[in-house]
Structures are given as C-alpha cells and as structure tokens.
C-alpha cells in the first residue's frame, strides 16, 4: 500500500525557516518524480515543486524560486522542502504527491498534508 | 504561465441529476488535464487524467471530455458522496490548477 507522510510543519516568524519532510512508502520511491503542492486556509491547489527519481532535476514555481529548495534521500525514502525567507503569504497546508508514472506531473497518491503557519 | 479558470464556481444539484464541470485554459494543454476532488480536511483525489481517462477505482458515473482549451467534467447521476470541490489541473507546462468548483448536494 502506498502511503506518504509529511512531518516539520508549525508556526514560524515571517523570514524564517521550516524545512518539510515526506516519507514515502508501498512503491519504488527512486523511480518517480515526487513533488510538492500546497493549499492556503479556504483556497483552491497550488503546485510548488517537483523533483525527478534520481534527484538531479527541480523546478519550482515562480512563487517560491530561489527561497525554497527541494530535494530527496533515496536511500530513506524521504522527500524534503527547505522553505526559506517565509511570508504569510506561504502559509498554506502542504502536501507531497507522487505521479502517476516516472515522470507524470498528475497526481494519484497524496499525503495528508501538513499545516505550516507564518506569523509573528 | 498556464491560467485555468472553472465555472460555475458553485453547482448544486439533486441526486441523480447530471452535473457538469467545466475548465478552460489561456493557451492550448492539449489532452493534458487532469481532474480532482477534494473534500473538507482531505487531500484531493485523482479523478480523471489525460482529459477522458478515468484514474484506478474512478466510478464510471464520472466522464471527462475535451482538448486544446475547453474541457468538461461530467457526474452522469450524482451521488451524495459526491459533493466537494472539483478542480482540474494542466500539466503541458509545467503544473497550474483551476480555482475550482464546489458541488453542493441539493
């Protein structure tokens, strides 16, 4: 059974740092693109990055490029967001998901999110 | 950057009524769209991908259709399990969601 779990949300200081963790579980977790996608309090999905299975590639959207950094440990099992510089604005629930296939930017499996909150 | 916008932004209908979604996007995504729905306190669930291909488990009272820049998400009889917010996504640059749509039972 597939499962995900995310970890390390919670209140921070605008400017501050959180780093996010995603364990992963029930599927070959080095053959799939991984990402993260997050959902502000009452508002709709937003993506913010993606990794691919071996690592060495990323893409973030716009919003979070050069302040937030994704990255994985094949060997545990584990995706990570370093979130830095944060704003209220990146105050949101944050949830992991994997692709479909190796490589698919849609989304079958998805953790059950984890609220991360900036303010002073 | 890829805009999806949705309409309505809410649908209530009665059970066993048609309901039916709709997506459009500022440039064409081709047949890369994908459907979710999300209810209160849950992560979204994959519906529909490849505009028309109904994900694993996926009841078949669930329909996409469409290409290009307009698409459509039909419930062919509605059940009450099926309220929430429904949102499509475009991957053919990258990934942007739609603002989404609530279905309320009626």
Sequence with gaps: EVQMLESGGGLVQPGGSLRLSCAASGFTFSSYAMNWVRQAPGKGLEWVSVISGSGGNTYYADSVKGRFIISRDRSEKTLYLQMNSLSAEDTAVYYCAKGVYSGSLFFDYWGQGTLVTVSS | ?106
């Design chain 2, 1 to 106: 950057e890829i805009v999806m916008t949705q309409s309505p932004a809410t649908l209530s209908v009665s059970p066993g009524e048609r309901a039916t979604l709709s997506c459009r996007a500022s440039q064409s995504v081709s047949s890369n769209l994908a459907w979710y729905q999300q209810k209160p306190g849950q992560a979204p669930r994959l519906l529909i991908y490849t505009a028309s291909t109904r994900a694993t488990g996926i009841p078949a009272r669930f329909s996409g259709s469409g290409s290009g820049t307009e698409f459509t998400l039909t419930i062919s009889s509605l059940q009450s399990e099926d309220f929430g917010i429904y949102y499509c996504q475009q991957y053919n640059k990258w990934v942007t969601f739609g603002g989404g749509t609530k279905v309320e039972i009626k």
